[in-house]
């Protein structure tokens, strides 16, 4: 749900429209919804993996500029992908500590 959240606030920076600092408090790290059950676990993933792909495709309109260090935009969505990158790393720890395979979802 966090790292949602931080791709669907890219996706409100580059549409113009930035989340304001109360959405940032209010959806950052949202609690558990009440209730936890399967049928919400596949939608936080659905959103998950189209959040992904639209990543994707806002790395692949940005080209070069991607790279580009003067470009504060730029900037901050190469460490949202770190951040993706560091929080994947966790969680694919605690999966190996609890002998728990790997997923198998491949976006």
């Known amino acids: 749900m966090h790292s949602n959240f931080w791709k669907q606030y890219i996706f409100s920076i580059d549409a113009g429209k930035p989340f304001s600092s109360e959405e940032k408090k209010l959806y950052d790290w949202r609690d558990i919804p009440s209730g936890p059950d399967e049928k919400k676990w596949q939608e936080e993933i659905a959103l998950m993996i189209s959040n992904h792909k639209k990543m994707k495709a806002l790395v692949s309109k940005l080209g070069m500029d991607l790279f580009n260090q003067r470009k504060g935009f730029s900037i901050f969505v190469r460490e949202n992908i770190s951040h993706d990158a ?22």
Do not use: D, V
Not at 86 to 93: F, K, R, S
Not at 96 to 105: F, M, P, T, V
């Open 86 to 107: 560091y929080h994947a790393g966790q969680i694919g720890l605690l999966r190996a500590l609890q002998g728990i395979s790997k997923s198998n979802y491949q976006i």
